[in-house]
């Protein structure tokens, strides 16, 4: 009895605490089921999550390509309407497409590689920002060829590649993240189903087990239910995502066939609108120059003619019909340096100037010039900064803007010439680079210019002057010329108030050193007193202008070689040992002016040359000419003979330079 109480009480407490054992294993072993349950949900959620960022982000990639390709458009539609409404679209189309960029990169920013890439997209966006800005002020102030030669080079920029290029980058990248991501959806999905299935086992375990954890299965399984119906609420999601993105990409295929179509379309319009404007300028540059060189002509031919009828009657009244000839025949060369000056093609005769020297030293001249009436005042503010231009061309260009002046205040105001120092950064006026700048200002207090004016001051042959008082060159040569020196001009002008007109001249930095190897004071290239009686070659392949030359020279007391072809000058210097000098022209047939001088010294290398031209446009290479003088064509017999002796003063320089460097290297 007493022995089998101990057994009977054994029993009893193993029949009441194992069901509860088993119970406490059943619900850690059912807790843990449900943690891992729990967080292949949150793997799947997080996976799905990914994956819908992903196609956001390439949405706005291409939404953001399709923007800009519309803003272009836009603005391809503005520079050829100039219709302002069509100005406001392309700059909210613009606008829009930063707005866009702005949410791929707050889309974007956990992602390190395509944050960089993003970044990327920013700049190339800002550059092409500039780019079609300018395009766009440049068609508001009417600028209407420069802004389709803009526009034309903007559409081959390298910023547009780029931009084309990141785009591409970031839709590629979150593809390949995207894939990745549907990896990870799938794996999850797996992992989770296996769970259910485990769990599901395991339910079935419980039930047969034990009972009492029926509510607790029932539970699990509700939440399977509820995962389950998760799972295909997300996955019909993703398809209609899927099918949403497939929606879109047809719709940008067909924007880009627009575009196309659009820009076909767009380059015929320009082309023939190139074609409308090159006929209509060809047309105003001829009819103003065969108006102002019949004029000129008129005077040559009839003083001519007087002076012909005059000759043996009347001499002194033929010399003055002469004199008449030569001044109409000045005018026509001062018309033709006018228009090389425009095109910027007559080569210039640069030469270091401090501009307070030459502002201070032309205010006799310009009083003079313009008038008692007018108060002429300079201020100087360069403090020793110097330039690099042709002193004649900058002389004549302020006495045309001071005439330009005066006849603006009607012959009574004040006028003001002043210079002073700049900085300017890349760009920042006009197509000026980096650098230090003289500013050269000349001001009136005359009328003023309305805008429709100022618009059209550098047009060729533009003039608010009476017919006869301007040929409506002067500002399209002082344009020229400014380019040339690598320059800027701007014009500020006010009705009633008055005009200012800025030069930037780049500095020139003169180094304190250069003359420090070779004494005190440089040669001079002045001309000299030279002897008659020189052996001069001429090579001019004109007939007329080569006679004319030999007669000239004749006249001078020397003794002219006559040589018609560049191609005849080496046999004719092997003829003539004598030959003292060579007088070429520039642009011949076969050779030029300066080749042939370069193959002939090779055996001739201290000849002297004088080169002779009218237009010097076709050579670039100033090289060309170093060491030779320059005579522009027409000249008279007097600068004719100054030439010359100047091309033989720049023989001895160079004897001196060479004899003064042997002596200081050795």
């Not at 679209?89 to 497409?97: F, L, P």
């Not at 339910?203 to 399977?224: C, F, K, P, Q, Y």
């Not at 093609?345 to 030459?358: A, G, K, M, T």
């Not at 001088?597 to 010097?616: C, D, E, N, Q």
Request: charged share 25%; proline share 3%; aromatic share 4%.
């Amino acid at each position: 009895m007493f022995a089998e109480e101990p057994n009977a009480r054994l029993q009893a407490l193993i029949g009441r605490f194992l069901p509860l054992f088993f119970a406490a294993g059943l619900s850690l072993t059912l807790a843990a089921l449900l943690f891992f349950v729990s967080q292949a949900s949150k793997e799947r959620d997080q996976a799905l999550t990914s994956q819908r960022h992903s196609f956001v982000v390439m949405n706005i990639a291409r939404a953001l390509d399709a923007t800009i390709s519309r803003s272009e458009s836009t603005l391809a539609r503005y520079v050829i309407s100039t219709d302002k409404d069509v100005g406001r679209v392309y700059q909210s189309e613009w606008g829009k497409a930063g707005q866009q960029l702005e949410l791929l990169a707050r889309e974007t920013r956990k992602d390190p590689a395509q944050k960089v890439l993003v970044a990327q997209l920013r700049d190339a966006y800002l550059e092409r920002g500039r780019e079609l800005n300018d395009i766009a002020l440049r068609t508001s102030y009417d600028q209407k060829m420069g802004s389709l030669a803009r526009f034309h080079q903007a559409g081959q920029a390298e910023s547009l590649a780029r931009i084309n290029a990141l785009l591409k980058q970031v839709i590629k990248a979150e593809e390949a993240v995207l894939e990745k991501r549907s990896k990870a959806v799938s794996a999850t999905e797996s992992r989770s189903e296996t769970l259910s299935s485990t769990y599901r086992i395991f339910g079935l375990i419980i039930l047969v087990g034990a009972l009492g954890m029926g509510w607790a299965a029932n539970a699990a399984l509700s939440d399977r239910r509820h995962a389950s119906r998760l799972a295909e609420a997300e996955s019909l999601r993703a398809a209609d995502l899927e099918e949403a993105v497939t929606s879109r990409t047809l719709e940008l295929k067909i924007a880009n066939e627009k575009l196309h179509r659009e820009a076909a379309e767009r380059a015929a319009a320009e082309e023939s609108l190139r074609q409308m404007q090159k006929m209509e300028a060809v047309g105003q540059l001829t009819g103003g120059i065969a108006h102002d060189f019949n004029n000129m002509l008129a005077v040559v031919v009839g003083g001519l003619e007087l002076a012909r009828r005059k000759l043996h009657q009347d001499p002194a009244h033929a010399e003055r019909h002469i004199a008449n000839a030569m001044e109409g025949a000045n005018r026509a060369s001062a018309l033709t340096r006018r228009l090389l000056a425009f095109a910027r093609s007559e080569p210039l005769l640069p030469q270091v100037i401090d501009p307070d020297d030459l502002i201070c030293g032309m205010t006799e001249l310009i009083d003079r010039t313009i008038g008692d009436q007018i108060k002429v005042k300079t201020v100087p503010g360069t403090e020793g900064w110097k330039i690099w231009v042709d002193r004649h061309q900058l002389e004549n260009a302020i006495l045309n803007l001071a005439v330009n002046a005066r006849d603006a205040m009607d012959g009574k105001g004040t006028l003001t010439i002043s210079t002073q120092q700049a900085q300017l950064a890349s760009g920042e006026i006009g197509e000026c680079s980096e650098g230090d700048y003289i500013v050269l200002s000349v001001e009136d207090t005359g009328c003023g210019m309305p805008p429709e004016v100022l618009s059209r001051v550098f047009e060729p042959f533009f003039t608010t002057k009476p017919v006869g008082k301007g040929t409506g060159l002067g500002l399209s040569q002082l344009f020229g010329f400014v380019g040339q020196c690598r320059g800027e001009i701007q014009i500020q002008s006010e009705v009633g108030t008055g005009t200012e007109v800025l030069l930037y001249l780049p500095r020139h930095h003169v180094a304190e050193e250069q003359n420090k190897d070779f004494g005190h004071q440089m040669p001079s290239h002045e001309a000299v007193e030279h002897d008659a009686g020189l052996t001069i070659l001429v090579v001019e392949d004109d007939p007329r202008v080569l006679s004319a030359t030999i007669d000239a020279l004749v006249d001078l007391g020397h003794h002219p070689i006559a040589c018609d072809h560049p191609m005849k000058a080496a046999s004719l210097l092997e003829s003539h040992a004598d030959i003292q000098l060579i007088v070429s022209d520039v642009l011949m047939p076969d050779m030029t002016g300066p080749e042939m001088v370069a193959h002939l010294r090779k055996s001739h290398p201290s000849i002297p040359v004088l080169f002779v031209s009218g237009f010097a446009g076709d050579i670039d290479n100033a090289a060309m000419f170093e060491g030779c003088e320059l005579l522009r064509k027409p000249y008279t017999i007097a600068a004719l003979s100054a030439a010359i002796g100047k091309a033989l003063s720049a023989r001895q320089v160079n004897e001196q330079l060479r004899e003064t460097t042997a002596a200081a290297t050795s």
